[in-house]
């Protein structure tokens, strides 16, 4: 009989501890509830949306065509193969050709493209390498294409250029575009 009164009474004392927990689990809900409608806290980093997002710092307007800096490629690598070996690197340009009117793109208007080193006046030609693009290629939308053309590797020191791009009868400068 004494042991069934122990079993009771740890019984008793285990639900009233199980109750003041719950309590104070409810007190202290409502007070962080009550707390946090006071004080919103919120992870905010600068944000790029803001300014001008998917627009180019760097771009052209004339009529109703626009050229747009897209990026530059930089890729530096060698091949060696048997006996064969040999400097592949480029400097790669894109630029974004777009038709405010949203009319078609004739691709083949393109005429030519140079660039000139900001500091020393030197202009560099395109290998003979170009491609005109839909923009996207998944779903193009045809007022808009995207242009690649490859350089030779640009000298070290250079970190600006101007580019001058003759598309359709018109010539596109885009002045102090920033590569470094």
Avoid: W
């Avoid at 004339?62 to 592949?88: C, D």
């Amino acid at each position: 009989m004494n042991m069934f009164k122990h079993i009771k009474e740890m019984k008793t004392k285990l639900v009233s501890i199980l109750c003041v927990i719950l309590i104070v689990y409810i007190i202290l809900s409502i007070f962080i509830m009550k707390s946090s409608n006071q004080h919103v806290y919120v992870y905010h980093e600068p944000s790029m949306v803001k300014l001008s997002f998917g627009e180019s710092k760097y771009f052209s307007t004339i009529g109703l065509l626009k050229v747009s800096f897209e990026k530059i490629t930089k890729e530096k690598y060698f091949i060696t193969y048997s006996q064969i070996t040999g400097n592949q690197s480029y400097f790669g340009l894109t630029l974004i050709i777009e038709d405010l009117a949203r009319k078609n793109i004739d691709k083949s208007a393109f005429e030519y493209i140079y660039i000139e080193d900001t500091t020393t006046k030197q202009k560099f030609y395109p290998i003979p390498y170009y491609e005109i693009e839909n923009f996207p290629t998944d779903r193009p939308l045809r007022y808009k294409v995207k242009f690649y053309a490859k350089f030779l590797p640009l000298p070290y020191q250079t970190s600006s250029i101007n580019i001058y791009f003759k598309f359709s009868d018109k010539l596109f400068v885009l002045k102090n575009v920033d590569i470094r």
